[in-house]
């Protein structure tokens, strides 16, 4: 099970840290990622993580979002800097590896121009 927290209603040019909280040891394993998905659009990548803490962002939010996290405490975050409007999304927590690809339910990130 993954749950999402963090997300809310920012101005532009603020900062918003999600989290995403994992259950079971199967996670710290596996590769670990954030989506979001717009009103009217397709989810799409926003950053992954693997197990050993390599990175991947979408060219639209390089330089501005980090993705880290804790296999000891089972969690990821996503820290969210420079926020504009175009990032406001639900933003989902996802994990995957053999046999399995688990979704969160989602946070709202709203970012206010």
């Known amino acids: 099970q993954l749950v999402e927290s963090g997300g809310g209603l920012v101005q532009a040019g603020g900062s918003l840290r999600l989290s995403c909280e994992a259950s079971g040891s199967l996670f710290n394993r596996n590769p670990m990622g954030w989506y979001r998905q717009a009103p009217g659009k397709q989810r799409e990548l926003v950053a992954q993580?693997?197990?050993?803490?390599?990175?991947n962002y979408a060219d639209s939010v390089k330089g501005r979002f980090t993705i880290s996290r804790d296999n000891d405490q089972n969690t990821m975050s996503l820290q969210m800097n420079s926020l504009k409007s175009e990032d406001t999304a639900v933003y989902y927590c996802?994990?995957?590896?053999?046999?399995?690809?688990?979704w969160g339910r989602g946070t709202q990130v709203t970012v206010s121009s």
């Open positions: 996802k994990a995957w590896g053999p046999g399995f690809n688990i």
């Open positions: 993580i693997t197990s050993g803490g390599s990175t």
